[in-house]
């Protein structure tokens, strides 16, 4: 018999690649405040009481825990509200979890470091600057602190969901290019390691398949910036010489872009790469992927 997942918050990104990837192999309980797919249920996971009977009536082996408010600048300017959603929730889900003695997955950010060192591994001590930061990292420190049995899933510069559902930079750089735009003004100064949905959900999936618990950062492979992504999206695309880049720094954005972004959030899979449990492929083969499939009748 197929062991059961409820997933809270999956109507997003990551949710849909969580769907793909999960339902194969188990049986799910997908939910989320905004019920967008035909195999997504209602559920505000502020609603403690609620998300408590609806954990009780599926009887699940795990709890995932996947949705939050995800935009920064939202977050900077609903601070109660962020807390309730991205901290005080999961601390539900951690009380869910512990009183039906099953492990619960919730997903982190690198963006809870401050971005002053170069790249973060598991034993680096986050330091998170910003609403969306804090928020998350009280989480995450909540369920560590708390949880009889947890996976903690750090993720970089998320990539998925194509049009429908990518809120970030990727479905940022193609509306721009979709829209018309001969030129794009891209930051040289922001660092990170951007993650496929699909390679995250994979890898997480072999985590849970491996009987493996924890604090894992799972991003994919080579830091990079934001500049070269933005040029290897033009690339992908053959629109290289077709469109010109222009470097400018995060300041230029800071009307649009008010939240404070660590310089540099570069992850590194030392714990995954330690087990030999690393399955998150280098950034550029995944973007390829992601453009190729997500985005073909798009532009
Ligand atoms: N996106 C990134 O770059 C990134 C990077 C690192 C980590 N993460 C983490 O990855 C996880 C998944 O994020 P994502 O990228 O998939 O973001 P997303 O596309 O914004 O999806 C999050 C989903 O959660 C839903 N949600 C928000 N509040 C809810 C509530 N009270 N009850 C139920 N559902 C609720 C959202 O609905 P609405 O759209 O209606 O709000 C949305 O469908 C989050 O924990 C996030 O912090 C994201």
């Given at each position: 018999?197929?062991?059961?997942?409820?997933?809270s918050?999956?109507?997003?990104?990551?949710?849909?690649?969580?769907?793909?990837?999960?339902?194969?192999?188990?049986?799910?309980?997908?939910?989320?405040?905004?019920?967008?797919?035909?195999?997504?249920?209602?559920?505000?996971?502020?609603?403690?009481?609620?998300?408590?009977?609806?954990?009780?009536?599926?009887?699940?082996?795990?709890?995932?825990?996947?949705g939050a408010?995800?935009?920064?600048?939202?977050?900077?300017?609903?601070?109660?509200?962020?807390?309730?959603?991205?901290t005080?929730?999961?601390?539900?889900?951690?009380?869910i979890?512990?009183?039906k003695?099953?492990?619960?997955?919730?997903?982190?950010?690198?963006?809870?470091?401050?971005?002053?060192?170069?790249?973060?591994?598991?034993?680096?001590?986050?330091?998170?600057?910003?609403?969306?930061?804090?928020?998350?990292?009280?989480?995450?420190?909540?369920?560590?602190?708390?949880?009889?049995?947890?996976?903690?899933?750090?993720?970089?510069?998320?990539?998925?969901?194509?049009?429908?559902?990518?809120k970030?930079?990727?479905?940022?750089?193609?509306?721009?290019?979709?829209?018309?735009?001969k030129?794009?003004?891209?930051?040289?100064?922001?660092?990170?390691?951007?993650?496929?949905?699909?390679?995250?959900?994979?890898?997480?999936e072999?985590?849970?398949d491996?009987?493996?618990?924890?604090?894992?950062?799972?991003?994919?492979?080579?830091?990079?910036?934001?500049?070269?992504?933005?040029?290897?999206?033009?690339?992908?695309?053959?629109?290289?010489?077709?469109?010109?880049?222009?470097?400018?720094?995060?300041?230029?954005?800071?009307?649009?872009?008010?939240?404070?972004?660590?310089?540099?959030?570069?992850?590194?899979?030392?714990?995954?790469?330690?087990?030999?449990?690393n399955?998150?492929?280098?950034?550029?083969?995944?973007?390829?992927?992601?453009?190729?499939?997500?985005?073909?009748?798009?532009?």
């Amino acid at each position: 018999m197929k062991k059961k997942i409820f997933l809270s918050g999956v109507g997003g990104m990551l949710g849909e690649a969580f769907y793909k990837i999960f339902s194969k192999n188990y049986e799910l309980k997908c939910t989320d405040i905004d019920v967008n797919e035909k195999w997504l249920e209602h559920l505000d996971f502020r609603d403690a009481e609620k998300y408590s009977l609806l954990v009780e009536k599926f009887n699940p082996d795990y709890l995932f825990h996947i949705g939050a408010y995800t935009d920064l600048e939202f977050c900077e300017k609903n601070q109660e509200e962020t807390f309730i959603t991205n901290t005080e929730s999961v601390k539900t889900a951690v009380r869910i979890s512990n009183d039906k003695n099953i492990p619960l997955l919730y997903i982190s950010t690198a963006g809870i470091f401050d971005g002053k060192k170069n790249s973060y591994d598991e034993d680096d001590t986050p330091k998170p600057i910003g609403t969306y930061a804090i928020s998350k990292y009280e989480a995450e420190k909540f369920v560590i602190q708390n949880s009889k049995k947890f996976l903690i899933c750090r993720a970089g510069w998320m990539m998925g969901g194509g049009p429908k559902k990518d809120k970030k930079f990727i479905q940022k750089i193609i509306q721009q290019i979709k829209d018309g735009n001969k030129e794009l003004f891209i930051v040289d100064d922001k660092f990170g390691t951007p993650t496929y949905t699909y390679d995250f959900a994979k890898n997480t999936e072999t985590l849970i398949d491996t009987n493996n618990f924890g604090l894992f950062n799972m991003a994919c492979e080579g830091n990079t910036s934001r500049l070269e992504v933005a040029e290897e999206i033009l690339k992908i695309l053959n629109l290289s010489d077709k469109i010109k880049v222009n470097k400018v720094k995060s300041d230029y954005f800071n009307k649009t872009f008010f939240a404070e972004r660590p310089n540099s959030e570069n992850l590194i899979n030392k714990k995954l790469n330690q087990k030999g449990l690393n399955l998150m492929r280098p950034w550029k083969e995944t973007l390829r992927e992601y453009i190729n499939t997500s985005y073909v009748n798009y532009l």
